[in-house]
């Protein structure tokens, strides 16, 4: 019965989206069909296109079918680039604790959080305090110093004793997750978080809202009654042990008579979303082997809820994102639909990338996965948030420093349309247009920019500029005749960071010069997606596509991983970075 009625639904959707097609097209760029593709992809019968669901499939086959009524050739998989991955979290069946004997209730006395790995663990306990081991010119904590946690649980106050400073120099060490990692360094098969009345007087319980790495060992936080009983033997409990801290401010470790039997089970579901993908061929004997993508992201935030990235993740309703990213993707299917009927000397590549809203994975595995030779892409134009210009005609344009040539090329097309232009010079940024960046290749960006709807069910096509939508597509139009029709190649430069320097690395003394895959699609290693030139992993011959496995020996899985390895080095450290490079396992020597 539930085949029946998923496949009916299916077969509604599809019909759906097959009788708003335009029947028949005009090769021109017009409003009319403007119009169209962003009433079929941001309607509510798409469910705010979240990627893995058939609504998701539905808008990438409506994509699909007008590249193919176009005249678009479809590559890949008829047209499709399949990629897998983690959409939600969740806990499985098996999770139980016991204290001394004594069951626990989970979401009640216990819960587990989302870096847990999945494991079964029978061991002592010790107490860690805040579990800090901090050796600073500032600040000298260690928590683990007078203990041994090796083969122990390690019990953890959350939180820092400093937590009401925002200056706090306890801050880069605070999170839940370091103390996780710094707990498994030093030995311990298991932890255990409480939160003291001074850090959640309500003592909540965390959830599995969040996707997470592991951080290989499992951790649960506990009730503060359950632990206060714990720790009654000792005529303590968890207030008292956090006011003496926020009093002496100094380390109190040591072992608690109790054992902690605990089995944590977290189940990863992981779905299956696509790109879509076609092909213009130049006319050029030689030119048509250099590849102009144009680009634009087509999913968005289903429902919101927590766990996404909406605005207001409390209120539960359609994100039909008709301009976040409908308006793109109407943009480069009318921009494409003109060109298939031309003869361009470059040949184009049209994607609508898939699950950027998750952290760009479609354009990250479209590069990784490439289709055509990545080394043969002269530009990339990202189209994302087209369809809301101002009545002044402001036009965001980003990545105009990434080659000698683009800005020049810019200013040209502007003569005729004369924009309100805004241009940006660096290639990096939180949209498709970063994964080629990442690859040295020159990008556009091309937005109206963000808006008070953004992110919320208000995002809809009533609100959509179709006019500006128009002009803005033909400026796009022009872009692309100017880069399929000149001989001449840009000339790719570096244009600022090749990754978010506020992201990842606001409270780092030190970097690499790394670009790091933040995809998430392995835990086996970090990615090196570009190096920065004259920087320390350059100079140490690291190079594009290794994968470091450590930091002066300590593992390395993944970004989480690699910011908390980087996060205590100093300026002029010589550190070990272990990396795989080719199957190869080698050792390279970095000076910081």
């Keep these: 019965m539930k085949v029946f009625l998923r496949s009916s639904m299916l077969i509604g959707i599809c019909l759906i989206a097959s009788c708003t097609q335009p029947q028949g097209f005009d090769r021109e760029i017009t409003q009319k069909e403007l119009y169209a593709h962003v009433d079929l992809l941001s309607s509510d019968s798409l469910q705010g296109r979240l990627p893995g669901t058939p609504f998701d499939r539905v808008a990438a086959k409506y994509i699909k079918d007008q590249m193919e009524l176009s005249g678009i050739k479809l590559i890949g998989r008829n047209g499709y680039q399949f990629f897998d991955f983690v959409a939600k979290q969740e806990l499985g069946a098996d999770n139980t604790v016991r204290i001394s004997g004594q069951s626990l209730q989970l979401g009640t006395d216990y819960s587990i959080f989302p870096f847990s790995s999945s494991d079964s663990v029978s061991a002592s306990v010790v107490f860690v305090g805040y579990?800090?081991?901090?050796?600073?010119?500032?600040l000298m904590w260690d928590d683990y110093l007078s203990v041994n946690v090796n083969g122990k649980w390690a019990l953890i106050l959350r939180g820092d004793p400093d937590s009401k400073n925002s200056e706090s120099p306890f801050i880069t060490y605070s999170s839940d997750r370091n103390k996780a990692m710094l707990a498994n360094d030093n030995g311990a098969i298991g932890v255990i978080m409480v939160s003291g009345s001074s850090y959640d007087p309500s003592d909540e319980l965390v959830n599995m809202s969040e996707k997470a790495f592991d951080v290989g060992i499992p951790v649960i936080q506990v009730s503060r009654n359950v632990v206060d009983r714990i720790l009654h033997t000792s005529g303590l409990n968890v207030s008292s042990l956090e006011k003496k801290f926020l009093n002496i401010r100094r380390p109190s470790s040591f072992a608690v008579k109790a054992n902690v039997a605990a089995r944590t089970d977290i189940i990863l579901q992981k779905k299956q979303t696509q790109n879509v993908v076609g092909l213009i061929e130049g006319t050029d004997p030689l030119l048509k082997n250099q590849y102009i993508v144009i680009g634009a992201h087509y999913d968005h935030l289903g429902n919101g809820g927590k766990g996404?990235?909406?605005?207001i993740p409390d209120t539960l309703g359609v994100h039909n994102g008709a301009d976040d990213n409908a308006s793109g993707v109407s943009a480069i299917l009318e921009v494409a639909q003109k060109f298939a009927g031309n003869l361009n000397k470059r040949s184009i590549v049209v994607v609508a990338f898939g699950a950027e809203e998750m952290g760009l994975l479609g354009s990250r595995f479209f590069i990784e996965n490439p289709i055509i030779p990545i080394d043969s892409i002269v530009a990339m134009i990202n189209v994302d948030m087209v369809g809301r210009m101002s009545a002044d005609k402001a036009l965001q344009v980003g990545g105009v420093k990434t080659s000698l040539e683009s800005e020049g090329l810019i200013d040209k097309v502007n003569e005729v349309f004369k924009f309100n232009m805004a241009k940006s010079p660096e290639g990096y940024g939180p949209s498709d247009h970063a994964s080629f960046y990442g690859k040295d290749i020159p990008v556009f960006f091309i937005s109206t920019g963000a808006h008070v709807d953004y992110h919320t069910p208000n995002d809809k096509i009533d609100r959509i500029n179709f006019e500006g939508l128009f002009e803005t597509s033909q400026f796009i139009e022009a872009i692309v005749t100017e880069l399929v029709s000149v001989s001449q190649k840009l000339t790719f430069q570096e244009a600022g960071p090749k990754s978010s320097p506020t992201r990842h690395g606001r409270d780092l003394k030190v970097k690499l010069g790394i670009m790091p895959d933040v995809s998430?699609?392995?835990?086996?290693?970090?990615?090196?997606?570009?190096?920065?030139?004259?920087?320390?992993?350059?100079?140490?011959?690291?190079?594009?596509?290794?994968?470091?496995?450590?930091?002066?020996?300590?593992?390395?899985?993944?970004?989480?991983?690699?910011?908390?390895?980087?996060?205590?080095?100093?300026?002029?450290?010589?550190i070990s970075v272990e990396l795989k490079r080719n199957g190869e396992k080698l050792v390279v020597l970095v000076q910081l």
């Excluded at 579990?131 to 500032?138: H, P, Q, R, V, W």
């Excluded at 392995?522 to 290794?546: E, H, Q, R, S, Y």
């Excluded at 470091?548 to 002029?572: C, E, S, W």
């Design 520 to 574: 998430g699609a392995t835990n086996d290693g970090l990615k090196v997606l570009a190096v920065t030139p004259n920087n320390p992993a350059f100079i140490a011959g690291i190079k594009k596509d290794d994968i470091i496995t450590a930091l002066n020996g300590q593992k390395v899985n993944n970004i989480h991983d690699y910011m908390f390895r980087l996060k205590d080095l100093k300026p002029g450290n010589t």
């Design 308 to 311: 996404s990235s909406s605005r």
């Design 131 to 138: 579990g800090f081991s901090i050796n600073t010119k500032a």
